[in-house]
């Protein structure tokens, strides 16, 4: 595979700009998600941010951990929003109404569903880096893990027992939102069978006030949907039993329930190195059992046909059969080796990374070659720069570095307009969604700083914007790329990444 190097200007450009991105993001000890669409702290938002931002800030990343901790609720759920001020973000607190749950949090205000448990794995990514750097870095990090130990573990025994009473092994989610691709192929099917009622709550969307294009979000049909799972939440009291009997969507995710398994492996092993949670029934044990039972969950659920893996219907316990990134589960929870191999195959593949229409061989959020696949609408398709840097991660994680890090580097050269958008279109390479997203520019941090170990350098916060990229700078850039990629490459090679030709890319 042949996407080359950033140059040192671009990489200089991009670390500056996602620098600033996320200091303008910034509002003290918590990031906001975007600038406009999404102005509150969102829960797996949070922990991508918190390890790019360890890049530059240890401490601050930790912070931004801690903040999150502090919406947790009673029960152990971290919700998937913490809103910290008014906006005119929809659905806010006035709709989620938390205060009808005893286990709401009563410092901040919350929504009342989670999101996917990304934060440990975070979190343990910025524990290795502060170690590598030793001194204070390693001792609060260090620090941090000791004190927030407990709190992380019962955030999975939430999710390990109120969402999964019966030990399928699958995480059950209440409501699209939860997985965090909301309105994936994935959920067609349950969606389905969810039928808003007259007496759900009149309401008006603020989102599309936020972006270009109306149809780069769901639609209203798909929103009521939405307002409605809130609805029968907020009705049995956040109750997750009782939801489970009355509410219209209840699936076992494959993605959060790998995530689970891979989170709480890394916990186990913070804890048994820092000498917490020990014990035949501590914490470290507590969570082994945890990652055997979901790996064991998500390596059931490969459908043996296509390889990936399958979200479970709980409501009429069908396998749900969509060509989505979820699929990838098992590459992330690990467990089977031959799995992992066909995953890695599968990813790199002409149905995946490797297809042709693709203008960055990183991971679309369905694949190009299913039906479902579309181009520019919201998780039916667009890249998440989010979604490949989990695939890096989990790749690097199973041995397959060579493949890690052609993903970093197809993943840098996407960003390299330093638009640091939501999401990308991913035949044209378009910007879509929200700009100066800040779980976008944490990725790029973090891609920089892992290109070359050797050359890990702290990326200095910059007080003052950089200039934007113009359209016409953009248009200029784009064009010299496309003049690469057909092949009049410049004297010596270095300059913006370039497009591999499909036959030079591996699998
Ligand atoms: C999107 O979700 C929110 C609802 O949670 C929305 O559309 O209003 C999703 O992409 C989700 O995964 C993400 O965490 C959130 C903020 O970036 O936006």
Known sequence: MTVSQPSAVEVGLMAGRAGYVLRANDRGRFTVASPTLYPHMWSWDAGFVALGIATVSVPRALDELRTLLTGQWATGMIPHILFHSPSDYFPGPERWRTQVAAARPLEVLTSGICQPPIHVIALSRIL??????????????????????????AWHQYLATARDPYSYGLVEIHHGWESGMDDSPRWDVPYANVHPQPDMPPFVRADLAHVADPSQRPSDAEYARYLWLLEQKVRVRYDDAAYRSTGDFVVGDVLVSALLAAASDLLADMGEELGIGGGSSGGVEQSRAIARRFRTGVLRSVDPDTGLARDLDLRTGNWLEVESAAGFAPLLCGGDEAVTRRQRDLLLGPRWCGHSRLRWPVVPSVSPASADFRERTYW??????????????????????????????????????????????PVTGETLGSRDQSWTAAIALDFLAARRPAQRRPVRWLTSELPRITPAQRAAHQAAQHQRAAGHRPA????????????QRPG
């Open 128 to 153: 290795h880096d502060a170690r590598r750097r030793g001194g204070t870095d390693q001792q609060l990090a260090e620090d941090f893990v000791r004190e927030t130990f407990d709190q992380w573990l």
């Open 380 to 425: 039916r398709g667009p890249q998440w720069p989010v979604l490949n840097w989990l695939m890096a991660w989990a790749l690097n994680r199973s041995g397959e570095q060579e493949a890690a890090n052609q993903l970093r580097l197809a993943g840098l050269s996407q960003l390299i307009d330093c638009d640091f958008a939501e999401y990308y279109e």
């Open 492 to 503: 010596h090679g270095h300059g913006p990444a370039t497009r591999p030709q499909p036959q």
